[in-house]
């Protein structure tokens, strides 16, 4: 019985160890496919500006009801054969908007340069996350409700920021997302280590939500500080 499942002190079961190994690696490999289709949406749309146009409240509108209208559909379809197809659908719209962050980078002289450390500023904060999700053993749990209470702060704050325009206030929004998705990476894979989450494409989505706001925000970051006309 042991080999099948665990239990805790309250009494409520736990998968096995070979259960929520098989979890994280079904992740590991799903999140890796999911950066294709996000490589090829941000391809496309740097390629055909098929997104550029949309600025202020009218990108706003898509990219909250295209984002929150794909999450709905994931959690529906997360124990089905659509689930994957579904996600990856998703994947590449975000890498679709994400091209309009791109295609401003990309006009600063050291713009590839930008996004190349990003990518692996990103990589490495994911690595550190996954490596301490593996060997901290206290229940970081506790987390979860003041983490959604930052990253609600931070929509609200990208939201009205849209408006407003301010560059000092992108700055710090995208410092705050860095540090708040990088405490979401660390939360949502030790949730998984820990067996609280068994689905692994609502794994994947979690964990692709936040390498993308950390990648995004750092991308951000850099280009207003380190941009060169």
């Known amino acids: 019985m042991n080999d099948q499942v665990q239990t805790i002190d309250s009494g409520y079961a736990l998968p096995s160890t070979a259960e929520r190994n098989r979890v994280l690696r079904n992740t590991y490999w799903l999140l890796a496919l999911s950066l294709v289709p996000t490589v090829l949406g941000a391809w496309l749309g740097v390629a055909t500006g098929i997104v550029s146009g949309l600025g202020g409240g009218i990108g706003l509108v898509v990219f909250l009801a295209g984002a929150f209208g794909f999450m709905f559909a994931i959690e529906k379809t997360k124990n089905s054969a659509a689930g994957v197809p579904v996600l990856l659908a998703f994947t590449?719209?975000?890498?679709?908007?994400?091209?309009?962050?791109?295609?401003?980078?990309?006009?600063?002289?050291?713009?590839?340069?930008?996004?190349?450390?990003?990518?692996?500023?990103?990589?490495?904060?994911?690595?550190?996350?996954?490596?301490l999700s593996s060997v901290i053993k206290r229940d970081l749990s506790g987390m979860g409700k003041w983490l959604f209470v930052g990253a609600l702060a931070i929509l609200i704050g990208g939201i009205i920021n849209v408006f407003v325009g301010s560059s000092t206030g992108m700055l710090v929004i995208s410092v705050m997302a860095i540090g708040i998705f990088s405490a979401y990476m660390l939360y949502d894979l030790k949730r998984i280590v820990d067996g609280g989450e068994t689905n692994y494409i609502s794994a994947t989505l979690a964990l692709y939500l936040d390498i993308f706001n950390v990648f995004q925000s750092l991308l951000a970051l850099l280009g207003i500080v380190g941009g060169d006309d």
Request: aromatic share 16%; charged share 5%; no cysteine.
């Open 92 to 131: 590449f719209f975000m890498g679709l908007m994400l091209s309009r962050l791109l295609i401003a980078v990309l006009h600063f002289k050291n713009g590839s340069g930008l996004i190349m450390t990003a990518f692996g500023g990103t990589a490495g904060v994911f690595f550190v996350m996954a490596t």
